[in-house]
Nanobody, 115 residues
Framework: QVQLVESGGGLVQPGGSLRLSCAAS????????MGWYRQAPGKERELVAV???????NYANSVKGRFTISRDISKNTVFLQMNSLRPDDTAVYYC?????????WGQGTQVTVSS
């Protein structure tokens, strides 16, 4: 069973930046796809950015050019660098590990963009 520990959320002003981290309890090479999803109040959970074991990245259209997903293989950690944050980025952000037959979620970290 993969365990995911997230960190890095918080309150930031519009236009600001945050970096989220997600540390996995296993080698990220054993995980097909890792990524970040978010859920705003009253809305469904949505994909933000994912990275495959081969390094392919995919982003939601709403975050392209502003967010960057990366990884540190030596630390089994995936990051989400979020720049030019907007109020509509406010949500709980969840890390996800997709091993095909099993998907694991982190506990979530709150990101609030407000002046």
């Amino acid at each position: 069973q993969v365990q995911l520990v997230e960190s890095g959320g918080g309150l930031v002003q519009p236009g600001g930046s945050l970096r989220l981290s997600c540390a996995a309890s296993v080698s990220i090479f054993s995980i097909n796809v890792m990524g970040w999803y978010r859920q705003a109040p009253g809305k469904e959970r949505e994909l933000v950015a994912v990275i495959s074991v081969g390094g392919t990245r995919n982003y939601a259209n709403s975050v392209k050019g502003r967010f960057t997903i990366s990884r540190d293989i030596s630390k089994n950690t995936v990051f989400l660098q979020m720049n030019s944050l907007r109020p509509d980025d406010t949500a709980v952000y969840y890390c996800n590990a997709d091993r095909g037959s099993v998907r694991t979620w982190g506990q979530g970290t709150q990101v609030t963009v407000s002046s």
